[in-house]
């Protein structure tokens, strides 16, 4: 009963340095989606997949890209990490769209120097 | 103006008394959510709804969707209830068609 889950859970990275995030669910859900959490702030879409092999901007999607090669795993890339990627980041699913009931990771917390 | 508007930002209640959460939006939505996200960050689907009222066991989510508005309620409320209560919609309009515009958030402290 894995859910959706989150990898890493906590990185700190120095300016350019470029990493990605790991999200995988087990509910064989068609939508996923990442989202950024920033104080005083409400969730916030960065990319979004609407099945194996798709993906769309969301609304802060400058500096990332995204990848969804297999259903059940849905890639974060920052190819030259700012400042400004400092954030909290939560990967969702949804078995159907507009969502239904949305699955979130534990969330990845990521702090660039 | 934020499409999705939360109040109180923040609520401090005891153990035991009756708690409304507020959320107003304005624009066209297809659905509303309610989540919860307790400290240390995970974020639990608690309802979707879009007409009427729902309820799961001391919590009670209704919208009205003439006045754009939705509450939520806690009844009998715990100290396990504290928590940062988010409320998101489902937009209907436009290219980003379902996707969600959430609140920012209410954090409520329960008292024992």
């Known amino acids: 009963n894995a859910g959706v889950t989150q990898t890493p859970k906590f990185r700190v990275l120095k300016t350019g340095q470029s990493m990605t995030l790991l999200c995988a669910q087990d509910m064989n859900h068609e939508y996923m989606y990442w989202y950024r959490q920033d104080p005083g702030m409400g969730l916030r879409l960065i990319h979004y997949?609407?099945?194996?092999?798709?993906?769309a901007k969301g609304e802060v999607p400058d500096g990332y890209n995204v990848s969804r090669l297999k259903k059940q795993n849905f890639l974060l890339g920052l190819e030259s990490a700012a400042p400004s990627q400092t954030s909290v980041y939560f990967c969702a699913s949804s078995g159907v769209y507009p969502p239904g009931e949305l699955f979130f990771g534990e969330g990845s917390r990521l702090t660039v120097l | 103006k934020n499409e999705v508007e939360q109040s109180p930002q923040n609520l401090t209640a005891q153990e035991g008394e009756f708690i409304t959460i507020n959320c107003s939006y304005s624009?066209?939505?297809?659905?509303l959510h309610w989540l919860q996200q307790h400290p240390g960050g995970g974020i639990v689907s608690l309802f979707m709804?879009?007409?009427g009222k729902k309820k799961h066991g001391r919590l009670i989510a209704t919208i009205n969707i003439q006045e754009k508005h939705s509450s939520l309620h806690i009844t009998a409320s715990h100290p396990r209830d504290s928590a940062v209560y988010i409320c998101a919609v489902s937009t209907n309009y436009g290219g980003s068609q379902g996707n969600l515009i959430f609140g920012k958030g209410t954090k409520l402290s329960v008292k024992p």
């Open positions: 709804l879009s007409s």
């Open positions: 624009v066209g939505i297809s659905a």
């Open positions: 997949s609407v099945g194996e092999g798709t993906t």
